[in-house]
């Protein structure tokens, strides 16, 4: 069975980008294939409008529900904007309630047995793409989760170490169990999110 991968943003171009310049390209080099799919924030993209967290998590729901997909990737954009204010949360919101309505259902794949399950299951994994600064992400997190999610492991890649190296030490780390997301900075980490995203698939 393939595996599923959505792809919050509030931006087509950025996601159509992400997808063809970096995604698509590694799964091929890996003979892999992932059935993606693009589910937009925005209600009006000319005013910026954001949609209800609810509207978005149910879209994403009825997409799962309509693929036979055994593990499933959720790539989000925490830099959610409504008019010129930045959100970090509302992703964060996103994935809870996601997570809160795939928990109450046993007959969607990959099942998730409770609201922090979704950041420690084998067959699910998410990864953040943002600009904010760390602190701030922990923040919105905790906010959002509460005493739901502790010990997370975050994967970020390593500045230090050459792309090969880097990708290969992010699946060690993913591989090890536990809490696990992926931070990656949407200006220069997209490569090698990619490249740690196909690998896992």
């Not at 595996?3 to 509030?10: C, L, R």
């Not at 509302?90 to 990959?110: I, N, W």
């Not at 390593?158 to 696990?180: F, R």
Request: aromatic fraction near 8%; proline fraction near 2%; charged fraction near 25%.
């Amino acid at each position: 069975m393939p595996t599923g991968v959505i792809h919050f943003e509030d931006s087509r171009k950025a996601t159509e980008l992400f997808r063809d310049k970096h995604l698509q390209h590694r799964l091929v080099q890996l003979g892999k294939d992932a059935e993606i799919e693009f589910i937009s924030y925005l209600e009006d993209e000319k005013l910026h409008v954001m949609r209800s967290v609810q509207v978005v998590a149910a879209r994403a729901f009825g997409w799962i529900g309509q693929h036979d997909i055994q593990k499933l990737v959720l790539i989000t954009d925490l830099d959610a904007r409504g008019g010129e204010t930045l959100d970090v949360e509302y992703g964060f919101r996103v994935l809870h309630t996601l997570a809160t309505t795939m928990s109450e259902d046993q007959h969607v794949r990959p099942y998730v047995a409770a609201v922090e399950d979704m950041f420690d299951h084998r067959d699910v994994l998410v990864a953040l793409l943002t600009l904010a600064p760390h602190c701030r992400i922990e923040e919105a997190l905790n906010f959002v989760f509460g005493r739901q999610l502790t010990g997370v492991r975050w994967v970020t890649r390593d500045k230090g170490a050459q792309l090969p190296e880097s990708i290969g030490q992010s699946i060690a780390e993913i591989g090890e169990g536990g809490p696990k997301i992926i931070r990656a900075n949407r200006s220069e980490d997209e490569a090698w999110l990619a490249a740690v995203l196909a690998e896992w698939i």
